[in-house]
């Protein structure tokens, strides 16, 4: 038997990316990578298990080969090593890349770096990039090594510098025999000298080399300081010159030519061109950008940062906006989410179309829309949903069921749902004159009356007999002389002997007292504060409150499908009576200012709509009750995971930083309509007196009743002439 020593065979193209994917992954700061291996030699197994280990000391944890759902996405590095392309031998690494669109890793958040083997393999990455549908915000960047043709003199260490100096393979036997003999002698003091640390013993370290990328800083090759750009997130360079070219238009080898001469590379290096990909529409046009060249001996000091997702633009391809349009009377659609600032959002439009550099191309949409009880969408946010815009400029409330189905880029205002009832300035007392007064009461008042009145006529019949002078007073006369007394207004009456006297001051005793009482009694209830109905909970343990919203619309939606108890039994005591529900905003508000009702609306529909109501319809008799569990955020939404988040949000930070936002925010939350503040006690109305007005409309019809009756009785014998003189005349007349 033979016993030798067995090496599989790697071809040397599968070998020279390697330390080139090693540095790109410690200079672009990954935490993690997978790296892919389609069709790639059973013999080079090897290679790809040295360069996981080196990963691995760098502080790049690696998987290989691994096609689950990633749970972790914060800088995820992909790293697909191609095999030798033919023309026809291309289907497995496109299906790798579609994998990858499969499972979601093909948004900001993972960084692609493909390391083709040789740069004749140009042509077919760029048609298998063409034909896959690549996002805005993707990262891609291609490493093709520059292939020439093997010559003395020329490199041939396709691994040189892949952690050649981050193993310690043998232990000096020489040292550790020199520590033993220092042992037996007790000479601690030379053992501490010679002692290494932690770093020098430990079996797998780190290298200078790779420290200063991690770093961002210079290193030094062959005498010379090398600057490294910088790669990190918070460290782009966004005023560098973003041309990107169409990939028709593109010339690897003229970049190539060009730049070896202008940073005079030596021939003898290995060189690995970096091409940046990017698409502004998943199947537009794809265009490419010329990042530096990398070699071994100048590493990544001659190569430009790929350009982040947020500088980048839509070199003149169009954006898909999705608005609502007006109404046939030419007035803006009121939605559920209130007006729209339109000349604002116009302007917010045009700044996105400059600083994208793109078409905006503008697709109206009747109503906002809301999603119904089957889970679709309908209106704007249902074409949001199918992609059939890229974003709706319209500023919509965050809701839960909302961010479950889209995106939301930025905060451009608070709003939340309140409860709108009228001014609870009067107390429930009505009649409030006849408050003090029970039924016994009165019949005891009036019984008093009637006595005082019978005593007085007794007293004057009496005395007339004893003086001449003194005159009888009648029944009537007494009646209204008592009840004169009894309303603290007096009489004509003087009393003419010492009985009426004391029966005069009894009764203007009986009514001092009864007049305190009753004055007591009215100043104590109007002058308590009336009890605030301030909160939810206190609209729904009211029983004289009718509650009600918008039927069908977005609030019915939201009450029903909230989880708040509260607002499950608002929603529920609402539906019970359908009577409750209104068809529109306005009729809800205009009820609750004349009613005992509760009206649910969004605070911005409910004040817009309160400001365009006039004073007479109740415009300032209705109050805000804020709901503050339904507190949400006014945003522009855009489909889930949507690729240009971020550099809408970019645009976004630059508006509000110039003031544009504040006033958007004061045009999409009106503030309530200025009135005069209400007042804190309850107060005497019309209605609290009633039955007072109606006994005096009664009286003066009585008595004019009583008073033309008087006047027709005592000239009844000059009306009875009149009437047969009238009735003469009209019988001659109708017999001629």
């Avoid at 009820?591 to 319809?617: E, K, N, P, W």
């Avoid at 503030?671 to 209605?687: E, I, L, V």
């Amino acid at each position: 038997m033979i016993v030798g020593e067995i090496n599989a065979y790697c071809p040397e193209t599968a070998l020279v990316p390697l330390p080139f994917v090693l540095e790109y992954a410690v200079w672009r700061g990954w935490h993690q990578a997978i790296i892919y291996t389609p069709d790639r030699e059973q013999g080079c197994q090897w290679a790809t298990v040295r360069l996981m280990k080196c990963l691995s000391i760098n502080g790049v944890a690696s998987a290989l080969n691994s096609l689950d759902n990633v749970r972790l996405h914060a800088h995820l590095g992909i790293i697909i090593l191609t095999p030798r392309l033919k023309r026809n031998a291309t289907g497995n690494i496109t299906k790798l890349i579609k994998k990858l669109h499969e499972l979601q890793m093909d948004t900001s958040a993972f960084d692609w770096l493909i390391a083709a083997r040789s740069n004749q393999d140009y042509a077919l990455i760029n048609e298998i990039l063409n034909a896959t549908s690549i996002r805005f915000d993707q990262n891609i960047v291609v490493g093709y090594t520059y292939s020439r043709p093997s010559k003395p003199g020329y490199e041939r260490k396709p691994l040189a510098g892949l952690c050649d100096t981050n193993f310690i393979y043998k232990i000096n036997r020489d040292l550790h025999t020199q520590r033993r003999r220092n042992h037996y002698q007790n000479d601690f003091r030379y053992m501490r000298n010679n002692q290494k640390t932690e770093y020098e013993r430990n079996y797998y370290r780190t290298s200078e080399r790779f420290r200063n990328l991690t770093r961002q800083k210079t290193y030094k090759s062959d005498g010379s300081v090398l600057p490294l750009f910088h790669s990190g997130v918070t460290n782009y360079n966004y005023s560098r010159m973003y041309n990107m070219v169409n990939v028709s238009k593109f010339s690897l080898n003229n970049r190539l030519k060009k730049h070896g001469v202008t940073n005079k590379l030596d021939p003898k290096l290995r060189i690995i061109s970096m091409i940046q990909y990017f698409k502004v529409r998943t199947n537009s046009t794809l265009y490419a950008y010329f990042l530096g060249n990398w070699n071994q001996q100048d590493s990544m000091s001659a190569v430009e940062a790929p350009y982040p997702v947020e500088a980048r633009n839509f070199l003149g391809e169009k954006l898909i906006i999705g608005r609502c349009n007006s109404t046939m009377d030419g007035s803006p659609s009121l939605d559920d989410d209130g007006p729209p600032a339109g000349p604002m959002l116009d302007d917010i439009l045009h700044f996105l179309t400059v600083r994208l550099n793109t078409t905006s191309l503008i697709r109206y949409y009747g109503k906002l829309g809301f999603r119904t009880y089957e889970g679709t969408w309908t209106g704007l946010l249902g074409a949001l949903m199918d992609h059939s815009v890229d974003m709706a400029l319209e500023p919509v409330t965050v809701h839960a069921t909302r961010r479950q189905d889209m995106d939301f880029i930025f905060p451009i205002a608070e709003t939340m749902c309140n409860i709108y009832i009228r001014q609870q300035e009067t107390s429930t007392v009505r009649d409030i004159f006849l408050a003090p007064f029970s039924v016994r009461l009165v019949l005891c008042v009036v019984a008093v009356a009637l006595v005082a009145a019978l005593a007085i006529v007794i007293i004057s019949r009496m005395t007339s007999s004893l003086r001449e002078s003194t005159r009888k007073m009648g029944y009537t006369e007494a009646l209204i002389w008592s009840t004169g007394i009894l309303c603290q207004q007096g009489g004509t009456w003087t009393p003419s002997n010492p009985a009426a006297s004391v029966l005069l001051i009894v009764c203007l005793f009986f009514a001092v007292v009864t007049y305190n009482a009753y004055a007591a009694f009215i100043t104590s209830v109007l002058s308590v504060r009336v009890a605030s109905v301030d909160t939810i909970a206190a609209v729904l343990h009211s029983p004289n409150f009718k509650i009600g919203y918008i039927r069908n619309g977005a609030d019915q939606m939201y009450l029903m499908s909230t989880k708040d108890v509260q607002l499950n039994a608002f929603y529920i005591r609402g539906y019970s009576d359908a009577d409750n529900l209104v068809s529109s905003a306005e009729e809800g508000l205009a009820r609750a200012a004349r009613q005992d009702y509760a009206f649910f609306a969004g605070q911005r529909v409910a004040r817009s709509t309160l400001r365009s109501l006039s004073q007479a319809r109740g415009r300032c008799a209705v109050r805000e009750l804020p709901v503050h569990s339904t507190r949400a955020h006014l945003a522009f939404p855009l489909p889930r995971h949507s690729p240009y988040a971020r550099p809408t949000l970019v645009s976004l930070l630059q508006l509000r930083s110039g003031g544009a936002l504040a006033r958007l925010e004061a045009a999409l939350v009106p503030d309530m309509p200025q009135c005069a503040p209400p007042p804190g006690f309850a107060s005497a109305r019309a209605t609290d007196v009633r039955s007072a007005l109606i006994l005096l409309t009664v009286g003066l019809i009585s008595s004019l009743i009583l008073g033309v009756g008087e006047y027709c009785w005592k000239n009844r014998q000059k009306l009875k002439s009149l009437l047969k003189t009238c009735y003469g005349r009209l019988i001659h007349l109708i017999m001629q």
